[in-house]
């Protein structure tokens, strides 16, 4: 499976993106994915995850009900819609295959928020 991230930008301390995952494969419905953030100078961090068939969902406490992962099997994509974005929100953001646990990473997409 091969996982691309897009949808980031620049935005205001406030405004909304929605970022999106394809993948690529005719399997990988069949995989849980998820959300990471890596900010310049610290570690790349869990933001959200989904199950394969979208009945679970979980979040890191900084993210949570501000953000909302989901999915789309028919469209092998999934999203991460977030709002009310912080300028500490500002990083790199992967998607990933797995559900708690994540063996593979796609490129990245930047999002920056301004203050």
């Known amino acids: 499976v091969q996982l691309q991230a897009s949808g980031g930008g620049l935005v205001q301390a406030g405004g909304s993106l929605r970022l999106s995952c394809a993948a690529s494969?005719?399997?990988?419905?069949?995989?849980?994915m998820g959300w990471f953030r890596q900010a310049p100078g610290k570690e790349r961090e869990f933001v959200a995850g989904?199950?394969?068939?979208?009945?679970?969902?979980y979040y890191a406490d900084s993210v949570k009900g501000r953000f909302t992962i989901s999915r789309d099997n028919a469209k092998n994509t999934v999203y991460l819609q977030m709002n009310s974005l912080k300028p500490k929100d500002t990083a790199v953001y992967y998607c990933?295959?797995?559900?708690?646990?994540?063996?593979?990473w796609g490129q990245g997409t930047q999002v920056t928020v301004s203050s």
């Open positions: 990933a295959r797995g559900y708690k646990t994540y063996d593979q």
């Open positions: 494969g005719r399997t990988s419905s069949s995989y849980g």
């Open positions: 989904i199950s394969r068939n979208s009945d679970s969902t």
